[in-house]
């Protein structure tokens, strides 16, 4: 295996992502703990459903792979039908889980429409990614994520490869549960964690996603757009894991909501007073510990002296 990606299309670049495929398929095999703090919604799921997802999401995007290939499309023509190919591999996967697990996908198919991020962040990895596994190491893709060199490491695109493939199966993993009924009426007995085994664990695990979707899209985005940040997820030994990225992201700032906005700004403020008013907490408290110190200095030596007084006038009228 090379140490960097490479950076155009032949025989090399082919080779590559066929070993990345076979190495991140492997990793798929091993463990699949969620070992990081952050919210995964994929750990609802049994381990072997969430590797069966895995499984399906990374044949599915070799399939799409192998069209865009045969099919001779340029650079231009993937950032242009980007969506249409996230879309696309989003219905192929849900289906074949669906499929498998004897789901209804009706309803799931309707709430992709309905799904904001699938058009923002989502789309730029979907985009970033096929441009690196099918044309190579590219400027954009350098760019995008501040990489100031012309060669790209393998490790970085299996990075991507790996995030891709947790990030998709955490949101199909969304919509599945949001479509849950109850345990009896559909398959969530042979899927979910036996913790969720129940109606009403379901219906707050629910509620709880609904809150952690306005968290995510409201505060945790927009915070992370503004500081040119990007969480990516990973296979690791111990399980999965997250880490946050350096990724140029000025240009999603302007496509953020009024709500969104008014973090940003709430960012601002916070940057702007909260060092000023850290720093005057600090001077007023160095202020009263020296005010505090120089009183009990006084009042240690105004009782000393007290004392002492007290001390001599007793002596005088002993002698006395």
Same mark, same amino acid.
């Given at each position: 295996?090379?140490?960097?990606?490479?950076?155009?299309?032949?025989?090399?670049?082919?080779?590559?992502?066929?070993?990345?495929?076979?190495?991140?398929?492997?990793?798929?095999?091993?463990?699949?703990?969620?070992?990081?703090?952050?919210?995964?919604?994929?750990? +609802?799921?049994?381990?072997? +459903?969430?590797?069966?997802?895995?499984?399906?999401?990374?044949?599915?995007?070799?399939?799409?792979?192998?069209?865009? *290939?045969?099919?001779?499309?340029?650079?231009?023509?993937?950032?242009?039908?980007?969506?249409?190919?996230?879309?696309?591999?989003?219905?192929?996967?849900?289906?074949?889980?669906?499929?498998?697990?004897?789901?209804?996908?009706?309803?799931? *198919?309707?709430?992709?429409?309905?799904?904001?991020?699938?058009?923002?962040?989502?789309?730029?990895?979907?985009?970033?990614?096929?441009?690196?596994?099918?044309?190579?190491?590219?400027?954009?893709?350098?760019?995008?994520?501040?990489?100031?060199?012309?060669?790209?490491? +393998?490790?970085?695109?299996?990075?991507?490869?790996?995030?891709?493939?947790?990030?998709?199966?955490?949101? @199909?993993?969304?919509?599945?549960?949001?479509?849950?009924?109850?345990?009896?009426?559909?398959?969530?007995? *042979?899927?979910?964690?036996?913790?969720?085994?129940?109606?009403?664990?379901?219906?707050?695990?629910?509620?709880?996603?609904?809150?952690?979707?306005?968290?995510?899209?409201?505060?945790?985005?927009?915070?992370?757009?503004?500081?040119?940040?990007?969480?990516?997820?990973?296979? *690791?030994?111990?399980?999965?894991?997250?880490?946050?990225?350096?990724?140029?992201?000025?240009?999603?700032?302007?496509?953020?909501?009024?709500?969104?906005?008014?973090?940003?700004?709430?960012?601002?403020?916070?940057?702007?007073?909260?060092?000023?008013?850290?720093?005057?907490?600090?001077?007023?408290?160095? @202020?009263?510990?020296?005010?505090?110190?120089?009183?009990?200095?006084?009042?240690?030596?105004?009782?000393?002296?007290?004392?002492?007084?007290?001390?001599?006038?007793?002596?005088?009228?002993?002698?006395?």
């Amino acid at each position: 295996m090379n140490n960097y990606w490479p950076s155009s299309q032949g025989p090399t670049l082919n080779q590559e992502v066929a070993e990345l495929l076979v190495r991140t398929s492997i990793k798929i095999n091993k463990r699949l703990t969620n070992c990081s703090q952050e919210v995964l919604i994929l750990d +609802v799921f049994r381990t072997e +459903v969430k590797r069966n997802l895995l499984k399906i999401i990374l044949a599915e995007l070799e399939k799409i792979l192998l069209e865009i *290939y045969n099919s001779n499309l340029d650079v231009n023509d993937i950032t242009n039908l980007t969506e249409n190919i996230l879309i696309d591999l989003f219905h192929r996967c849900i289906k074949r889980f669906c499929k498998l697990y004897e789901l209804d996908c009706i309803d799931i *198919y309707q709430d992709i429409h309905d799904l904001n991020y699938l058009l923002n962040d989502y789309k730029m990895l979907l985009q970033i990614l096929i441009i690196q596994l099918l044309f190579g190491s590219s400027q954009t893709v350098n760019k995008t994520f501040n990489l100031f060199t012309y060669n790209m490491p +393998v490790k970085q695109v299996e990075i991507f490869l790996e995030n891709y493939l947790i990030q998709l199966s955490n949101i @199909i993993a969304h919509m599945l549960v949001q479509n849950f009924n109850t345990v009896n009426e559909t398959n969530a007995s *042979y899927l979910c964690n036996v913790k969720f085994l129940s109606d009403r664990k379901l219906e707050k695990l629910k509620n709880n996603l609904i809150w952690n979707t306005i968290i995510k899209n409201y505060l945790e985005r927009p915070r992370a757009i503004y500081e040119s940040r990007y969480k990516v997820w990973g296979f *690791y030994q111990e399980g999965l894991n997250c880490q946050y990225i350096y990724a140029c992201r000025s240009n999603e700032l302007q496509m953020l909501s009024p709500m969104q906005i008014i973090i940003t700004f709430l960012l601002e403020v916070q940057d702007f007073f909260v060092p000023k008013i850290k720093s005057t907490i600090f001077l007023i408290g160095q @202020i009263i510990i020296y005010a505090g110190q120089n009183l009990l200095n006084q009042i240690m030596r105004t009782s000393l002296e007290i004392l002492r007084r007290s001390s001599n006038f007793k002596k005088q009228s002993n002698s006395l």
